[in-house]
Structures are given as structure tokens and as C-alpha cells.
């Protein structure tokens, strides 16, 4: 009898032992994640105590419910500002599992306003276009690319303007470079920094982008009737957008893109996810391949100000 009693004394132990274990390591797992989330979300800390300091009510349920909104604005008024992520969670009590929702909601809709504000206007970006052209001029040439929404490079092309045309003689330029271009659903263009002591070359550039931007909603303007509300987009891209989104700065210069472009052109890439989705036809990378350098160069400008439009709005979507 007392052999069957220690027995069982002894199984319990073992079994309570193995009750106590699960429940220690995930009370350890629940603290590792507390301090993982935290330290993924002191990048945006700033923005967060921002957010949670100083919104009201109609503000915070776009990211938490009304209850847990009603918490964070009743704290804050009785308590005073809260001064860290850890401040937020001890004064609130807030569940981990919403706060962690509520910064993530947060944190998404933070970046993809980030990515809009890249693209002037309101325009937009809840689909991708089906094409884009995207259109680049340079000091010497004027240069567009067509790409689809799969990110296939379908035109690529340019054309001289520098000492080919009477000097000011804009509108038979443009007309004869409007001619030229593709069929496409959506435009894109990166406004130039404001420079006017570059000389004649850099203002009829202005010029020349002014005029093409004037008939592009020219056409925009007589196929209003298109059913499709994504058709004939022109997207503006600020000034920069293109050399930021592809490293291409260097403090406040723009480096060469003739080293990206020949990423690009290789096949074989796999390392950079901006390029393994770019498909180029062998007879285009022989005509870019044709040009001299100058030309290229500004060629390589219209093909990224184009991919980096798809990116911008294929992120915002994200």
C-alpha cells in the first residue's frame, strides 16, 4: 500500500512538473516577443507616441478599436503624455495582440503614405496601370520606355533634339516626338530641379517638358469618354524620386545609371528583387546597346523613372 502511494505521489510531481515547464517557457516566449515587437517598432517609436499623444478619437479607430482608443485618450488626459512604447503598455494595459495589430496597421499606412507622396497630385494607386511610358529629357535627346504591368520592357527608344532642330522651335519638336511614341494606357514623368543658371540647354528642357506634358493631357482630354478610370494617368514623380528609390545618390548628386542599367540587361541576375522581374527583348538591348554613351545614359533614365513608377504604386498598394 504505501509502495501504490508513492507511486502515485511521484507521477504527480512528474506531472505537475511537465505542466509547470510548458507554462514557464511560453510565459518566456510571450516576454521574447513583447521585446521583439518593441524592437521592431522603434523605428517608427516617434511617429507612434506621436500618434498615440496627440489623436483624437476618429484618428486612432482608423488603427485600434473605440475601446482601446477611448484607453489610450483617457490615460493620456489623466496621466499626461505617455513618454515610451513601454510607458503606452503599462499605463493602458492594453493586450500585446492589439497593440502589436495597432502598430502594424500604423506602421503600413505610414508607408504607404510615404510611397504616395512620391507622386504629385492625387492620383490613384489602388491597381496598376496595364502600360506606363515613361518619358526622360535630357540634355541631348529625349528618351521614353514602355513597360507593362509585369514589369516586360516593351519600347525603348530616343530621340536627338540638341542642334537638330532651329533653337526655340519647341512645338516641331514635340509634335514630331509625340508622333513617334507608343500606344499606352499611363504616362510618367520626374519633375527637374529648378536651375536657371545652367544655361539655354537646361531651360528649353523645361520647355520641352512642359510641352509634352501639355499634350499628353491634350490627350487625355479627348479620351475622357474611356470607360477605363486607369487610362491615360500622367504620373508625376518629385524631383529625385527615381535616383532615391534605385541608391543612385551620392550626398546630393546623381551618380551614372550605366551601371545599373547593365544589371538590368544581364540575365543572369537573381541578387536584387528591383530586377528579377524585368524582361527585356533581345533586339531592344541591341538598339540601347547601339547608342553612344550620352544617349544611353538617357535612355537608362527614362527605363528606370519608368520601373521605379511601377514599384512606387505597386507599394502603395501593398
Not at 509502495?3 to 510548458?22: A, E, H, R, Y
Not at 538591348?285 to 533614365?301: A, D, T
Request: charged share 20%; proline share 2%.
Amino acid at each position: 500500500m504505501l509502495k501504490t502511494w508513492c507511486k502515485l505521489t511521484n507521477t504527480f510531481k512528474i506531472k505537475k512538473n511537465l505542466w509547470v515547464q510548458p507554462l514557464t517557457k511560453c510565459s518566456t516566449v510571450t516576454k521574447r516577443n513583447i521585446k521583439n515587437n518593441l524592437v521592431q517598432f522603434s523605428k517608427y517609436k516617434a511617429k507612434i507616441l506621436q500618434l498615440v499623444n496627440t489623436s483624437k478619437l476618429d484618428d486612432l479607430t482608423q488603427f485600434i478599436s473605440a475601446s482601446h482608443a477611448e484607453t489610450l485618450i483617457s490615460k493620456r488626459t489623466s496621466n499626461g503624455l505617455y513618454k515610451s512604447l513601454n510607458d503606452v503598455l503599462l499605463k493602458t494595459k492594453i493586450d500585446v495582440d492589439s497593440w502589436n495589430n495597432f502598430c502594424t496597421s500604423f506602421i503600413n499606412h505610414y508607408k504607404k503614405q510615404q510611397w504616395k507622396n512620391l507622386i504629385k497630385s492625387d492620383i490613384n494607386t489602388t491597381a496598376m496601370p496595364a502600360t506606363l511610358l515613361g518619358i526622360y529629357v535630357g540634355p541631348t535627346a529625349i528618351t521614353w520606355s514602355l513597360v507593362d504591368r509585369n514589369f516586360n520592357v516593351l519600347a525603348w527608344d530616343s530621340i536627338i533634339w540638341w542642334n537638330k532642330f532651329p533653337k526655340y522651335d519647341v512645338i516641331k519638336l514635340v509634335r514630331l516626338f509625340v508622333e513617334q511614341l507608343p500606344l499606352c494606357s499611363s504616362y510618367v514623368m520626374e519633375e527637374l530641379i529648378i536651375n536657371r543658371s545652367r544655361g539655354t540647354s537646361y531651360m528649353m528642357q523645361h520647355q520641352i517638358i512642359s510641352s509634352i506634358v501639355s499634350c499628353i493631357k491634350l490627350i487625355q482630354y479627348r479620351r475622357t469618354n474611356n470607360s477605363d478610370s486607369l487610362a491615360n494617368i500622367l504620373y508625376i514623380l518629385k524631383p529625385l524620386t527615381t535616383a532615391r528609390f534605385f541608391n543612385l545618390m551620392v550626398a546630393s548628386e546623381v551618380i551614372a545609371v550605366d551601371y545599373f542599367i547593365k544589371k538590368i540587361l544581364d540575365d543572369t541576375k537573381t541578387d536584387n528583387e528591383l530586377l528579377r522581374d524585368i524582361h527585356i527583348a533581345y533586339e531592344l538591348k541591341e538598339k540601347y546597346m547601339g547608342k553612344v554613351p550620352g544617349e544611353r545614359e538617357q535612355m537608362g533614365k527614362s527605363l528606370l523613372t519608368t520601373l521605379a513608377c511601377l514599384h512606387i504604386i505597386r507599394n502603395c498598394m501593398s
